[in-house]
């Protein structure tokens, strides 16, 4: 026998679950039935398309077998199976860089903790919250030894050589205190048709039934095995045989989540090319949702046979919070991740079923608007990407996307920022940067407040790349506020010629301004979008803006092209008129490097060198004390 330790993560883990922090210790059944019908699946898969296993005695199936004295479970399963190897890297470490990330966001406050651990689901594991001591016997498919795991749940396990006579995987649970309540036939059986009612395969259930025996009047126990669960794949029902719980409960048991999605589609396809398929809106965005390495949430299978359930290419990334299944009668079963890239009947599933998401999703934000905003609140970023990525989609995902605007509170969609623009309006303006609060008082908004015109805040660090990509929303032109070119919608005829005047009469300022500020600006010039503040920067149409380069940098991005800001300057305001009229002293000096700096703060630029900032501002304001 060898002894091991379990890795320090699973310690952490199984540290959490002893202590209980999980409100729901039932999911421990499911847990482990949805380990075996992955071990089933992977063995079926097998039998179907590799020639050693094709003469391979296999019906699959699960059972369970009770011994309510001893307080004992045992599942079984004839799936896949593991050798020693596996025994050791899949039940004596995490690989999943989900859980770690779950470990990693735990805070130590037991309550929040069991809200993270609710949403995210334990595997394995989940069973030491029942279970004093665990044992697993299993033998991997195609190989004749087996092997016995047994562990406590404290600080590791022990290996050994055992016996078992065909492939698979047996699971003996020693109940704990808090696990004696599942030494219950009736209780397993509930919570089996609660869970894992829709797995694929039987689950039997093997224990003590007391029966009445009418002549000796008085019950007796048999040994009775069942089968518990309804083993269909409910998703190739019709929707008219399926209830909501049905659909919520199939959810439940394909991604271990314990909280009901917000919404699922169901569509069956029949035509030139057949296949099924459910997909399903988590109530909450998946933890993983912005790491590279996320889980994918559909799971492919064909003719009812399980295939793999890490395929990327199902549906396109910015899809990735959809979780589900796509069932093919097209697909050849052996069909590999290479083949599956560029096949045919796969991209047309794939193309059918983004139409399908997208086209459910805008029915659902005319008919269900508050349903709806629960939604967007957490996805509206993933579908911002699709703007980036999918252009064919481009127009729905337009009305998908939700903004934040200077006219309402809360979120709008551009269908009402359209209907809501004034007469003769030419375009709709967007505002993009990382903060929310330094956008909503951006001198840039100046003029379009004074005009009445509305302007939608965009603070997601993606907006600006996404959106300098979308020229326009239904044939009217999507313009940033903070780009050079000024729009029609800014001047009328009669302002226009002010302006050139203006700039005419301010000239000489401007040009003291450019010695003054030399390379630090591509250009000085009088504003027309300023009404209370002197100055703001802007940015050339096709350059990006300061903020993004800076986050760029964050990013650790190198290379980074060096990029001048305009500097505009209000010809209305005091201060710029009492410059108009001084000498060329040190304070005009100061004010001009002041109207500079002040402009970058007001978009979130920090200032390279603050110490020469203040000492500025300090010269300048002792004069006016
Ligand atoms: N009955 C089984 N037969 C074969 N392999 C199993 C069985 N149970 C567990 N395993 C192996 O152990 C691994 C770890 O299981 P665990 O339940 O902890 O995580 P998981 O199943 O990968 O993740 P999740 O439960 O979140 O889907 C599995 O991925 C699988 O490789």
Sequence with gaps: MSKREFQTEVSQLLQLIIHSLYSHPEIFLRELISNSSDALDKLRYLTLTDETFKSFPFTPRIDLELDEENKTLTLADNGI????????????????????????????????????????????????????????????????KAWRWISDGKTGFDISPAERDTAGTTILLHFNEEGKVYANSWRLQEVVKKY????????????????????????????????????????????????????????????????????????????SLEYTTLFYIPAKAPLDLYQAEYKVGVKLYVKRVFIMDDAKE????????????????????????EILQQ???????????????????????????????????????????????????????????????????????????????KDGQKSIYYI?????????????????????LEVLILDDDIDEIVFSGVDKYEEIDLKAVNKASTSEDLKDDAEAEQTADKTKELQPLLDKLKATLGDQVKDVRASVRLADSPSCIVSDEEEPSLQMLQMLRAMGQKDIPAVKPTLEINP??????????????????????????????????????????????????NLSI
Aim: no cysteine; glycine share 6%; proline share 3%.
């Design 196 to 271: 894992s009612n829709h797995i694929a395969f039987p689950i039997f259930l093997t224990y003590d039934k007391s029966e009445w025996n009418a002549e000796e009047k008085k019950s007796e126990k048999t040994r009775t095995t069942e089968q518990v669960n309804a083993a269909s794949a409910l998703w190739r029902r019709s929707k008219s045989e399926l209830t909501d719980e049905d659909y919520k409960e199939l959810y439940k048991s394909i991604t271990g989540e314990s909280q009901d999605p917000l919404f699922w589609f169901h569509t069956k396809a029949e035509g």
């Design 572 to 621: 209305d305001h005091e201060i710029v008129k009492k410059l108009l009229a001084r000498s060329d002293d040190s304070v005009a000096q100061d004010a001009a490097w002041l109207l500079f700096d002040q402009a970058l703060l007001m978009e979130g630029v920090p200032l390279k060198d603050p110490g020469t900032f203040v000492q500025r501002l300090n010269r300048v304001l």
């Design 343 to 421: 096949n045919r009947i796969l991209t047309t599933i794939r193309t059918a079923s983004v139409k399908k998401i997208l086209t459910e999703l805008k029915n659902i934000a005319t008919n269900q608007p508050e349903k709806y905003l629960e939604f967007i609140t957490e996805y509206n970023r993933p579908l911002k990407e699709g703007l980036h990525n999918d252009y064919a989609n481009r127009e729905t995902l337009l009305d998908l996307i939700r903004f934040k605007s200077t006219k309402v509170e809360g979120l709008t969609s551009l269908a009402d920022v359209k209907s809501r623009m």
């Design 432 to 452: 993009t940067g990382g903060n929310e609060g330094l956008l909503r008082t951006s001198p840039l908004l100046e003029i379009y407040k004074k005009k009445d």
């Design 81 to 144: 199976g593991m050798n020693e190897e596996d025994l050791v890297s899949h039940l004596g470490t995490i690989a999943r860089s989900g859980t770690k990330n779950f470990l990693s966001q735990l805070s130590g406050d037991a309550k929040k903790d069991s809200n993270l651990i609710g949403q995210f689901g334990v595997g394995f594991y989940s069973a030491f919250m029942v279970a004093d001591k665990i044992e697993v016997v299993s033998r991997k498919a195609g190989e004749d």
């Design 314 to 337: 199902l549906l396109p990334q910015y899809l990735r919070f959809v979780r589900g299944i796509i069932d093919s009668e097209d697909l050849p079963l052996n069909v590999s991740r």
